[in-house]
């Protein structure tokens, strides 16, 4: 189907309006030339998105993470845990970097930056939410989102030591040596 703009002039401004089946957008400028510009991105956004291949790529995490916040966190309840950490994580200058400029060097650094202050589980845990963001995004909200940046980022998990228990006949034998030394 042909799509076209079409511009007038209507109370001192220039009125774009574009139809395509159903849809209609439209918007008002104060030079002509603005609003043919406005009209070719938007005519050039409309194709790309009626592309059934078309997929939408976010800014930025953090658009990820807003809408995150706003469609899956809502009905986890307002002290969740989750909700703290993407409030956290919206604070930080690398998540508003765009997708195509942000790198595993950027998580990397972060991640360094944040063992020194907490234990590896807790930001384990972080980038867990991130991750989980990231996939409802791109499996659920059909978004082309780069999944699988979160996991050539390594957080080194320490094992857990194992809790060494004395049985009471350890226990007494010991206590019978100590007294027979003293």
Not at 29 to 52: G, K, L, N, Y
Not at 73 to 78: A, Q
Not at 85 to 98: D, E, T
Not at 131 to 158: F, S
């Amino acid at each position: 189907e042909i799509l076209m703009a079409t511009i007038r002039y209507r109370n001192n401004l220039y009125q774009v309006q574009i139809r395509l089946k159903n849809r209609s957008v439209s918007k008002s400028f104060r030079t002509v030339q603005s609003a043919r510009q406005w009209a070719s991105c938007e005519e050039a956004r409309i194709i790309r998105e009626s592309d059934p291949s078309y997929r939408y790529r976010p800014h930025s995490l953090a658009e990820v993470l807003e809408n995150y916040q706003r469609r899956i966190l809502i009905d986890k309840g307002r002290s969740h845990p989750d909700r703290w950490i993407v409030q956290a994580f919206l604070k930080l200058g690398w998540i508003r970097k765009s997708l195509d400029q942000l790198s595993v060097q950027d998580i990397a650094d972060y991640r360094d930056q944040r063992l020194k202050i907490i234990k590896a589980s807790s930001l384990h845990r972080q980038f867990f939410v991130l991750r989980h963001a990231l996939t409802i995004a791109g499996r659920e909200w059909d978004w082309d989102v780069p999944e699988g940046l979160l996991e050539r980022v390594r957080i080194p998990l320490k094992a857990p030591q194992a809790i060494r228990r004395i049985t009471q006949k350890q226990h007494t034998g010991k206590m019978l040596k100590k007294l027979m030394e003293d």
